[in-house]
């Protein structure tokens, strides 16, 4: 049976943009990686699973997000984040739910991805 999400994989135009994006921005560090005879990255969240897997030696899809809409991320500190899309002009929405209150910052990659980041209700602007 699943018990939880290994990563997601990503097709980039920009290894430095695309990079700078998830690690420089959100916060993701690069990490070990087999060689599997084709450039790439993963990018680890603190622990010892890469969450992400970034490779940039294919073409990009017709259809940039296919049947998946975004991938989402646990986050923490989200005023300290908004001032890192503030500080570089990154455009972003950002928005509560209703009910549970759990702030979504959201922005697309430089390759089109969407990325979603969920903060806790009780974080604060």
Not at 7 to 18: C, L, M, N, Q, S
Not at 61 to 81: C, N, Q, W, Y
Request: include cysteine.
């Amino acid at each position: 049976m699943i018990h939880g999400m290994n990563h997601f994989t990503i097709t980039a135009e920009d290894r430095v943009k695309t990079l700078d994006y998830y690690c420089g921005l959100l916060g993701l560090n690069e990490g070990w990686r087999p060689d599997l005879g084709f450039p790439g990255a993963w990018l680890y969240a603190g622990g010892e699973q890469a969450v992400l897997h970034i490779y940039w030696d294919r073409p990009m899809p017709a259809t940039r997000t296919g049947v998946i809409d975004h991938m989402a991320f646990s986050a923490r500190g989200l005023k300290e984040m908004k001032a890192r899309f503030d500080a570089r002009g990154w455009t972003y929405e950002l928005r509560q739910q209703k009910g549970a209150g759990t702030w979504q910052l959201f922005s697309h990659d430089p390759n089109g991805a969407r990325v979603e980041l969920d903060f806790d209700a009780s974080e604060t602007l």
